[in-house]
């Protein structure tokens, strides 16, 4: 109950991870998950070992629960882990999906793969902070929802991603002007090599792109300065290079 307590989604590997272990660093309890089990076994082991040490508070327990953010009963769970834990400080909306790929254009898109695409992006993020809320109005906590900056530009074949980032960033900015007591963050990380980003670039050498490790520094800032909530781009909250 000392430490701070953060729930992110989509922690088994990428960005995600990245995040999980960056705030752990930092002192904080994590409840995490992903749809599969043995990758987020193997992610909350690679925490728990990596964590401590470099932990400057003791403590920092990680609760794993495998499962879909779509589900209303896994989101019930994820919450009922913040229930027992006595407080949520932050919840990161992380998790999400390209769609199809190879990225069709919006002519050709599916709608069923859209309509699925917007419900992890968009739908599961939004009911999963509605659960949330009342745990982070009561410690002032704070939401942060992965953005991109699909959101924004117009790039050919992004047109379902871009779509449901884009609701997504207006959800979190309605929300700032409703929640006064939580701070609400949306943020696009900038390209990075993951998974995903080699989903949306089959085939193609994406070795040229930063490491997620590379943006948690300014994610960290703004969970231990509490900027004010907004929209944020990763790159502008690090350091400028030397
Ligand atoms: N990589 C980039 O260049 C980039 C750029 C801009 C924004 N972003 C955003 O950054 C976030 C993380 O992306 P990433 O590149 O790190 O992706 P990633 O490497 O594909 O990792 C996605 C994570 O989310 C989990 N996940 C996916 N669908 C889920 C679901 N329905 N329920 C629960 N967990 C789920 C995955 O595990 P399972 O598959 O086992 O569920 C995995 O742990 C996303 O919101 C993405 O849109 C990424």
Redesign the pocket.
Known sequence: MDNPTALI?????????ALAAGLAREGFDLII????PA??DAAAGALRAAGRPAARRPGGTVTAIP????DPAHRAALLAAAGAAGRLDLLVN?????GVSPLPALADYPPDELRAAFE??VI?PIALTQLALPLLRAGGGAVLN?????AEQAYAGWGG?GAA?AALEQASNVLAAEELAVRVWWA?????R????Q??FPGEDISD?PE?DSVVPAFVRLVTERLPSGRYRAAHLLPAAP
């Open positions: 989604t989509g922690a088994s590997r990428g960005l995600g991870l998950d992903a749809r599969d990758a987020l499962g879909d953010v779509t992380n998790a999400g999906t390209l992890v992006n599961a992965i953005t991109s900056d699909a991603y980032k696009d990380p900038g390209d990075l993951t998974d995903m980003h989903l949306a792109r997620p």
